[in-house]
């Protein structure tokens, strides 16, 4: 059975915090992906790895980066957290090509 | 700038009904238009997708209808159940790269 998993469901944090994201998978996925998800907005790309160390900015990096140092997990990192990033980040990955994409089940963030 | 509009945010029907949701995309370099349904406390899964060069597509009581022309594309959902109580968001892929649409919650009362 394919799996993403996100290191934390629930998370709540200080605002100027670092505030990091885990997401690994177990399907050798080339691609990984952060979502944020709010509502009315869907869900917006915020980076996309394509492979190991390599990265693209999606369409709302602004604040965030990323980091790919195994092929299995992708990480997430609020610089200095803000109360405008409390959300749900979804992590997903994805075969390449025409294959679907497999998410995790999210982690819900609120920043005080 | 949504890369993907979709519309309506929300649906309500009555079981038996059919639910339409629709999706209009601008960028011509997308080649994979996926569905995915959501439930409560879950990340999204997919549903049913379609490549551009079918017009339309059907997995069991979920149906894709593609305009390649007027760059829609829409989800139908047959005989739709309680069960079907979700959100579903339409997406658009372009180099491996997935554009979600802004979500539709869908409640079929029983």
């Known amino acids: 059975d394919v799996k993403v998993t996100q290191s934390s469901r629930y998370l709540v944090k200080r605002t100027g915090e670092k505030v990091f994201l885990e997401c690994v998978q177990d399907?050798?996925?080339?691609?990984m992906f952060w979502y944020r998800q709010d509502p009315g907005l869907g869900l917006r790309l915020i980076y996309f790895?394509?492979?190991?160390?390599?990265?693209e900015k999606g369409d709302i990096p602004e604040g965030y980066s990323v980091s790919r140092e195994k092929k299995e997990r992708f990480s997430l990192i609020l610089e200095s957290a803000s109360t405008n990033q409390t959300s749900m980040y979804l992590c997903?990955?994805?075969?390449?090509?025409?294959?679907?994409?497999?998410f995790g089940q999210g982690t819900r963030l609120t920043v005080v | 700038q949504q890369q993907v509009k979709q519309s309506p945010q929300s649906l309500i029907v009555q079981k038996g009904g059919i639910p339409i949701i629709n999706c209009a995309y601008e960028?011509?370099?997308?080649?994979?238009f996926p569905w995915y349904q959501q439930f409560p406390g879950k990340g999204p899964a997919l549903l049913i997708a379609?490549?551009?060069?079918?017009s339309e597509k059907k997995e069991g009581r979920f149906t894709i209808s593609f305009n390649k022309s007027a760059k829609q594309f829409s989800l139908h959902i047959m005989d739709s159940q309680p069960g079907d109580s979700a959100t579903y968001f339409c997406?658009?892929?372009?180099?491996?790269?997935?554009?979600f649409g802004s979500g539709t919650k869908l409640n079929v009362k029983p």
């Open positions: 997903a990955s994805s075969l390449g090509g025409h294959q679907e994409a497999f």
């Open positions: 790895s394509y492979d190991v160390k390599m990265k």
């Open positions: 399907m050798d996925h080339e691609n």
């Open positions: 379609i490549r551009p060069d079918v």
């Open positions: 960028n011509t370099a997308f080649d994979y």
């Open positions: 997406a658009a892929v372009n180099f491996n790269k997935f554009y």
